[in-house]
């Protein structure tokens, strides 16, 4: 079946700039969550979410950054005011289960954003 | 979370087998040892997991010793393709990110 998708592949965007990555997580998976890498270093945790709601957003660096899943499904990380350090690719995974579950992550190829 | 400790990078011959080591002394009785991988230019893999128990299935087998402090990855035979990153995590038990470390970079060399 259908992986985990994710729109743009590569985003160019000017420092100061709005952004939002899409993610299509994989059918049936109730569990959303979305991780940045940086160059030579392994994802760095952002947000989850469980149904609609962030369940744990302590990844979030700063409030310029913002996630939603409106719908239980499709979610959307936001950036405002983006800054050259914001330059990473942004990586999101779905997964069945919550709690103490331990269901494996699948993961989309992820976003490419650079802020120029 | 535990941390792990992993080799920065191996290098493996074609067809041979692939054995990456992870130390987590400081594993909790709840806590699963998970391994992924990450190819270049793609999104993490998952590869197997186990909590105290031996465990194998069509991509790998892992190890993890009595003490549960440390855990060996084996690829049986490994083939160009397994050329990636590899990483050990000790999965948070009571929530659901996974926290990477800088994992192990296996070349597999022909």
């Known amino acids: 079946g259908a992986g985990v998708s994710q729109t743009p592949s590569n985003k160019v965007t000017e420092k100061g700039k709005y952004v939002e990555l899409r993610c299509d997580p994989i059918?049936?998976?109730?569990?959303l969550y979305w991780y940045r890498q940086s160059l030579g270093q392994g994802p760095e945790f952002l947000i989850y979410f469980q149904g609609t709601g962030a369940a744990d957003d302590s990844g979030l660096p700063n409030d310029r950054f913002f996630a939603v899943r409106p719908e239980g499904s499709v979610s959307t990380l936001k950036i405002q005011r983006t800054e050259r350090g914001d330059s990473a690719v942004y990586l999101c995974?779905?997964?069945f289960g919550q709690g103490e579950g331990n269901y494996e992550q699948y993961f989309g190829p992820g976003t490419r954003l650079t802020v120029t | 979370d535990a941390k792990t400790t992993q080799p920065t990078s191996m290098d493996c011959a074609e067809g041979r087998a692939a054995n990456l080591p992870c130390n987590h002394s400081?594993?909790?009785?709840?806590?699963?040892v998970y391994w992924y991988r990450q190819i270049h230019s793609q999104g993490p893999q998952y590869i197997i997991h186990g909590l105290k128990n031996n465990e194998t299935n069509e991509m790998a087998s892992l190890i993890i010793t009595e003490d549960r402090k440390s855990s060996t990855l084996i690829l049986p035979h490994a083939t160009l393709r397994d050329t990636a990153v590899y990483y050990c995590?000790?999965?948070?038990?009571?929530?659901?990110?996974?926290?990477f470390g800088a994992g192990t970079i296996l070349r597999v060399k022909s």
């Open positions: 995590i000790v999965r948070v038990p009571y929530g659901n990110k996974l926290v």
């Open positions: 059918s049936g998976h109730t569990a």
């Open positions: 400081t594993i909790s009785g709840n806590e699963y």
């Open positions: 995974a779905s997964s």
